[in-house]
T-cell receptor, first 115, second 112 residues
Framework: KNQVEQSPQSLIILEGKNCTLQCNYTVSPFSNLRWYKQDTGRGPVSLTIMTFSENTKSNGRYTATLDADTKQSSLHITASQLSDSASYICVVSAGISGGYNKLIFGAGTRLAVHP | KAGVTQTPRYLIKTRGQQVTLSCSPISGHRSVSWYQQTPGQGLQFLFEYFSETQRNKGNFPGRFSGRQFSNSRSEMNVSTLELGDSALYLC???????????FGSGTRLTVV
């Protein structure tokens, strides 16, 4: 069964600190993995997308890593800011027949950055 | 370049009523997919349309339906609303099936 599990479920950190969010998946066949940031009441915004051959992808203070062997990904946030407070969703794309990719969503990690 | 536009942003309906939500994709995007997001269930896939054809459907009852027009704009309809249908409904568009998805801001539906 295709699944995406994220940890922790929620996280509180102080402004300026770093943090790492985890994503473990059992998705086959794997096509790509994306991290999205979702502010409360808004739609998710793409942070990074990685294919099988990519190990690391950065987007400003956000760095995603992918280990296709262990089927794990992490999102590292450096020097956190209050605006980083949001839900972070890991989405894995499974390639299925007809060239169509099915998206499997993690439940998200809710990050709160406190001053 | 305009993003994905969803209307309305907020909606309050009564149990038993029906509702239609609209999604205008990014210009040139032919794939539109719909999702329901609730605090307890997270993001759940409803269906995806590509060139006016429904390509895939999630595990939702037949009360949830959709369609896509020739200009790629899509509508989602929910009939006989239930309290449990209260959620944020998101649509996402992409150039083609399986490529990078851009989400709209969503429609917050409240059923009372």
């Amino acid at each position: 069964k295709n699944q995406v599990e994220q940890s922790p479920q929620s996280l509180i950190i102080l402004e300026g600190k770093n943090c790492t969010l985890q994503c473990n998946y059992t998705v086959s066949p794997f096509s790509n993995l994306r991290w999205y940031k979702q502010d409360t009441g808004r739609g998710p915004v793409s942070l990074t997308i990685m294919t099988f051959s990519e190990n690391t992808k950065s987007n400003g203070r956000y760095t995603a890593t992918l280990d296709a062997d262990t089927k794990q990904s992490s999102l590292h946030i450096t020097a956190s800011q209050l605006s980083d407070s949001a839900s972070y969703i890991c989405v894995v794309s499974a390639g299925i027949s007809g060239g169509y990719n099915k998206l499997i969503f993690g439940a998200g990690t809710r990050l709160a950055v406190h001053p | 370049k305009a993003g994905v536009t969803q209307t309305p942003r907020y909606l309050i309906k009564t149990r038993g009523q029906q509702v239609t939500l609209s999604c205008s994709p990014i210009s040139g995007h032919r794939s539109v997919s719909w999702y329901q997001q609730t605090p307890g269930q997270g993001l759940q896939f409803l269906f995806e349309y590509f060139s006016e054809t429904q390509r895939n459907k999630g595990n939702f009852p037949g009360r949830f339906s959709g369609r896509q027009f020739s200009n790629s704009r899509s509508e989602m309809n929910v009939s006989t609303l239930e309290l449990g249908d209260s959620a944020l409904y998101l649509c996402a568009s992409s150039l083609d099936r399986g490529l990078g998805y851009t989400f709209g801001s969503g429609t917050r539906l409240t059923v009372v």
